[in-house]
């Protein structure tokens, strides 16, 4: 670390105040609006009457503009970039400016900057773990928020102490998946009657997630089932190998590459089964918001999923697929035929998730174990941190 940053750092370090109510700076570094990004947006929408005062920032990022469509305000920091000698002295005059006792970091680049100014006396430091990533992104850091059991276990893995770790499902509300639009107006908008079947996948367009073995999936679905729709809603890097491969199989018109949506609760509503086959998902944020929309889900049992996903009673996990064994095409082929098949099992596979979704997943809940947390690291009673209803 440069000794001009760490000196500069230090010139902001963390004021002598005590300020009646807590103050927390939730720092984020997006590349895009994916999971850590919605639900930052959807923590922050509940915190604004509790006794913790919440602030954000963020780098610069094309996921800016869609957090501030969401009704997010941050201040916008120029600390992208893991040798950014400059994002100490920013992320320190922040913490000053806004008089800051605890910094939230949400993905590794804020993580990691986050860290380093705690070490060289700006505040304490919660670092939320969004994903299978680097420990050395977190060593810094106080304490350490898992998404997920599958998550914490990694984090052992890799050295951390238990007692550092929380894990702290996302939880989801139906508010957050609130829809705008007729079922009809969608549906002839992309083309599909109202008894059309449709499969639906919500997700940044990665190998990790799935698409690769969904599209060949899709294939043996839809020879079996020609009148089904594929809707495949997020944009990424292999959007090109999809599309050829669509093409190659003869569904292009059937598989659906609808790119970035905004209507994504509407979409989730008109779908019968909701396929997203992800290699090891940290969580699936998705997940949830499927089984509160009702939606029987077809996932791959590794990562969080199966934390989420009760196989035959909320939806199907079918294996992940590995480098040298066989692929898991057809098990996710027959997976969403099962359900495809047997409407009225993925509905009440659908009522179900629901309800355990509104049990299990909750904002108050979370809220209240999010405010326990901040307790122990300032090692101070905290009033509550729910809003208001």
């Given at each position: ?84 000698l400059l994002a100490i002295p920013r992320l320190s005059h922040a913490v000053r400016r806004h008089k800051i006792d605890v910094l939230h970091s949400h993905l590794s680049t804020a993580s ?278």
């Amino acid at each position: 670390m440069c000794g001009t940053a760490i000196r500069s750092a230090r010139r902001y370090s963390m004021p002598n105040h005590k300020p009646q109510s807590p103050r927390v700076l939730h720092v984020i570094t997006p590349s895009r609006m994916a999971g850590a990004e919605t639900f930052l947006v959807r923590l922050v929408r509940r915190t604004g009457d509790g006794g913790v005062v919440h602030r954000c920032a963020s780098s610069r990022s094309a996921a800016n503009a869609e957090m501030r469509v969401a009704g997010m305000t941050f201040d916008t920091l120029a600390i992208s970039g893991k040798a950014n000698l400059l994002a100490i002295p920013r992320l320190s005059h922040a913490v000053r400016r806004h008089k800051i006792d605890v910094l939230h970091s949400h993905l590794s680049t804020a993580s990691w900057w986050c860290g380093w100014l705690e070490r060289v006396g700006g505040p304490r430091s919660i670092g939320h773990v969004h994903g299978f990533t680097s420990a050395k992104w977190h060593r810094g850091q106080t304490h350490l928020i898992a998404c997920s059991a599958a998550v914490k276990q990694d984090l052992l893995s890799k050295g951390f102490a238990a007692e550092r770790i929380t894990v702290m499902h996302y939880p989801v509300d139906p508010d957050d998946i609130r829809t705008t639009r007729s079922r009809l107006d969608l549906r002839t908008e992309l083309g599909a009657s109202p008894d059309t079947p449709i499969v639906g996948a919500f997700a940044h367009l990665s190998l990790k997630k799935g698409y690769r073995e969904l599209v060949r999936a899709a294939e043996i679905v839809l020879r079996k089932m020609p009148a089904a729709q594929f809707w495949c809603s997020g944009e990424g890097a292999l959007r090109g190998e999809l599309e050829e491969t669509a093409r190659a199989m003869g569904i292009a018109d059937k598989f659906k590459l609808l790119g970035f949506r905004r209507d994504v609760p509407d979409l989730m509503r008109d779908v019968d089964v909701m396929c997203l086959p992800s290699h090891r998902e940290p969580f699936g944020l998705v997940y949830v918001e499927a089984a509160l929309a009702e939606k029987a889900v077809v996932a791959c049992n590794a990562g969080g999923a199966p934390e989420i996903i009760m196989h035959g009673e909320t939806g199907l996990l079918v294996p992940p697929p590995t480098v040298d064994g066989p692929s898991n095409v057809t098990a996710l082929a027959e997976a969403v035929l099962t359900l495809l098949d047997n409407r009225e099992r993925a509905a009440d596979m659908g009522r179900r998730g629901r309800e355990l979704a509104l049990q299990r997943f909750t904002w108050p809940r979370y809220l209240d174990g999010l405010n326990a947390l901040y307790a122990r690291v300032l090692d101070r009673e905290l009033p509550s941190l729910r809003k208001a209803a």
